[in-house]
């Protein structure tokens, strides 16, 4: 089955840890997204890949980190220098259809990290 | 202002009743997304438009380009379509990255 897995669903780590999570995608999409969610806000983005070994910052980048090593693999750090480390995280993958400008989204399952 | 505008923010509906949520946004976009999160958290897209109308099933998604506007109908509801729903949009040249809605959050009762 072709999808989007992030592991682990639930994280929990201590103030001052950095932590990574993880995205992997068998949809062999050359696009991928990490998405933050807060209670009562809307999804933002902390940064975008559109092929492998390139990434470009989001919207909310401060404090976090990824790599594209591998076009299956987008993980994201949460380093000790974000300050509110503790959210839903998704991340997505797009394909180009249409004209070469409609980019459908997968979404993967989330973590939820919780900094204690 | 935010660039994506979903009203309302919370609708509560009787089993069957026809249900709309609208999304207004500010900004050139080259598609509109409407997706579903259920309480677990994942999100599954439902539709993606750049114009006109798609059905699937009793949901039913149109876009009007020129008034920046969007509408999610779900025809005769049932308590399985409590969700949150949200709109989201692809800006020109954005390379797919999406801007989100504050998501509307639907609850069907029996």
């Known amino acids: 089955d072709g999808g989007i897995t992030q592991s682990p669903k639930y994280l929990f780590r201590k103030e001052g840890q950095n932590v990574t999570l993880s995205c992997e995608q068998n949809?062999?999409?050359?696009?991928m997204y990490w998405y933050r969610q807060d209670p009562g806000q809307g999804l933002r983005l902390i940064y975008y890949?559109?092929?492998?070994?390139?990434?470009q910052k989001g919207d909310i980048a401060e404090g976090y980190s990824v790599s594209r090593e591998k076009k299956e693999s987008f993980p994201l750090t949460v380093t000790s220098a974000q300050k509110n480390p503790t959210a839903f995280y998704l991340c997505?993958?797009?394909?180009?259809?249409?004209?070469?400008?409609?980019?459908?989204?997968?979404f993967g399952p989330g973590t939820r990290l919780t900094v204690l | 202002k935010n660039e994506v505008e979903q009203s309302p923010q919370n609708l509560t509906a009787q089993e069957g009743e026809f249900i709309t949520i609208n999304c207004s946004y500010s900004?050139?976009?080259?598609?509109l997304h409407w997706l579903q999160q259920h309480p677990g958290g994942g999100i599954v897209s439902l539709f993606m438009?750049?114009?006109g109308k798609k059905k699937h099933g009793r949901l039913i998604a149109t876009i009007n380009i020129q008034e920046k506007h969007s509408s999610l109908h779900i025809t005769a509801s049932h308590p399985r379509d409590s969700a949150v729903y949200i709109c989201?949009?692809?800006?020109?040249?954005?390379?797919?990255?999406?801007?989100f809605g504050q998501g509307t959050i639907l609850t069907v009762h029996p």
């Open positions: 890949s559109q092929i492998v070994n390139d990434f």
């Open positions: 900004v050139g976009i080259s598609a």
């Open positions: 949809l062999n999409h050359d696009a």
């Open positions: 438009l750049s114009s």
């Open positions: 989201a949009v692809s800006l020109l040249g954005g390379y797919g990255k999406l801007t």
């Open positions: 997505a993958s797009s394909i180009v259809s249409g004209q070469g400008y409609l980019y459908e989204q997968f």
